[in-house]
C-alpha cells in the first residue's frame, strides 16, 4: 500500500505543508511545544549537499509520511551518554528528526516503518555507530514508537536543547 523511498527537493514543497498543518493542529490542541520546526532552507540546503536522509511514504504518488537524518550531535547531547565520549567523533551519530504521519494515514505504523526504512540506510554508513532522537516526554505514540525500534529512552534532556520544547532522548547503538 505504500512505497518508501528518499525524498527530492521537488518533495519539500509537499514536506512543509505536512510540516505546516501538523504545528496548526499541534496549536489548537495545546501541543504547540511536541513538534519542533525544520526550516524550509535547512530542508533545501540538507538535500541539496546530501546532508540529509529524507524518506517518504507515498501512496498512491501522495506523500503520507516523512522522516528525516543527519550526521551529528546536536548540542553533544549523545555524547554525553556515552563514558569514552572524548573518543566519539559527531560523524559516528545519526539524528533522527522529522518524523510526520498525515491524520489520514496514521495507525499504519508508517512511523516504525520508516525509522526501520533509515536504519537499513544508515547501516550503509561504516562510520555510522549511534542513532537517536528526541520526543516531547507527552508524545506516547513517538516514544512508543522509537522504545519498539530499539531505542532506548535515556531520560529527559537537561537543559532543553531547544528552550521551551522539553525533551527525552531516544538512542540506539547500531547491531552490525
Ligand atoms: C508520531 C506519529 C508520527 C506517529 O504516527 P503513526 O506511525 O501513524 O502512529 P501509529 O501507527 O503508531 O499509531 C498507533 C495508534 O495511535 C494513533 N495515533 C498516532 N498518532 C496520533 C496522534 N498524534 N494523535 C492521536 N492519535 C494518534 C493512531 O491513529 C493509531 O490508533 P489506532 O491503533 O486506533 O489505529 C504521528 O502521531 C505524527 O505525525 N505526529 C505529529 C508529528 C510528531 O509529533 N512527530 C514526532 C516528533 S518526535
Same mark, same amino acid.
Given at each position: 500500500?505504500?512505497?518508501?523511498?528518499?525524498?527530492?527537493?521537488?518533495d519539500?514543497?509537499?514536506?512543509?505543508?505536512?510540516?505546516?498543518?501538523?504545528?496548526?493542529?499541534?496549536?489548537?490542541?495545546? *501541543? /504547540?511545544?511536541?513538534?519542533?520546526? =525544520?526550516?524550509?532552507?535547512? &530542508?533545501?540546503?540538507g538535500?541539496?549537499? !546530501?546532508?540529509?536522509l529524507?524518506?517518504?511514504?507515498?501512496?498512491?504518488?501522495?506523500?503520507?509520511?516523512?522522516?528525516?537524518?543527519?550526521?551529528?550531535?546536536?548540542q553533544?547531547?549523545?555524547?554525553?551518554?556515552?563514558?569514552?565520549?572524548?573518543?566519539?567523533?559527531d560523524?559516528?551519530?545519526?539524528?533522527?528528526?522529522?518524523?510526520?504521519?498525515?491524520?489520514?494515514? *496514521? /495507525?499504519h505504523?508508517?512511523?516504525? =516503518?520508516?525509522?526501520?526504512? &533509515?536504519e537499513?540506510?544508515?547501516?550503509? !554508513?561504516?562510520?555510522l555507530?549511534?542513532?537517536?532522537a528526541?520526543?516531547?516526554p507527552?508524545?506516547?505514540?513517538?516514544l512508543?514508537?522509537?522504545?519498539?525500534?530499539?531505542?532506548?529512552n535515556?531520560?529527559?534532556?537537561?537543559?532543553?536543547?531547544?528552550?521551551?520544547?522539553?525533551?527525552v532522548?531516544?538512542f540506539?547503538?547500531?547491531?552490525?
Open positions: 500500500m505504500f512505497t518508501i523511498k528518499p525524498c527530492s527537493i521537488e519539500v514543497d509537499a514536506i512543509m505543508d505536512m510540516q505546516d498543518h501538523v504545528i496548526e493542529v499541534n496549536n489548537k490542541t495545546g *501541543r /504547540g511545544n511536541w513538534y519542533i520546526v =525544520t526550516e524550509r532552507c535547512e &530542508l533545501e540546503d538535500l541539496k549537499n !546530501n546532508d540529509l529524507v524518506l517518504g511514504a507515498y501512496s498512491a504518488g501522495e506523500l503520507a509520511a516523512c522522516i528525516a537524518m543527519s550526521i551529528g550531535d546536536p553533544g547531547m549523545f555524547k554525553s551518554l556515552l563514558n569514552n565520549h572524548q573518543n566519539n567523533e560523524k559516528q551519530f545519526g539524528y533522527a528528526k522529522m518524523a510526520i504521519v498525515k491524520e489520514a494515514y *496514521r /495507525g505504523g508508517l512511523q516504525r =516503518t520508516l525509522l526501520h526504512a &533509515l537499513v540506510e544508515v547501516l550503509k !554508513n561504516p562510520q555507530k549511534y542513532i537517536g528526541i520526543a516531547h507527552d508524545n506516547s505514540f513517538s512508543k514508537n522509537l522504545k519498539a525500534e530499539g531505542y532506548e535515556k531520560g529527559r534532556v537537561v537543559p532543553d536543547p531547544h528552550p521551551g520544547y522539553p525533551r532522548l531516544l540506539k547503538t547500531l547491531d552490525r
